[in-house]
């Protein structure tokens, strides 16, 4: 139980929701007005693409984390 109470807290977890939670509204509200679902899924997957750039920049470094003398630069 400790283990969801610590996820909750976590700042990729509730994006995450929240994206998931807007994508099926928005996707939901595309359905219900008969637009094309090929074009929708599309634009859909490039809402998201900074979403999943920013939860792999997260899990590399968090924002917190301070670089190391001896780590190498991000080029």
Known sequence: MKTFAKMSKS?????????????????TYGIYSDSDLS??????SLLNAPLYAY??????RPSGDKPS???????
């Open 39 to 44: 074009s929708l899924g599309t634009g859909l």
């Open 11 to 27: 700042k990729r977890f509730r994006l995450t929701i929240l994206v998931l939670a807007m994508n099926f509204a928005i996707f």
């Open 69 to 75: 003398k001896d780590s190498d630069p991000i080029v």
């Open 55 to 60: 939860i792999l920049g997260e899990s590399y």
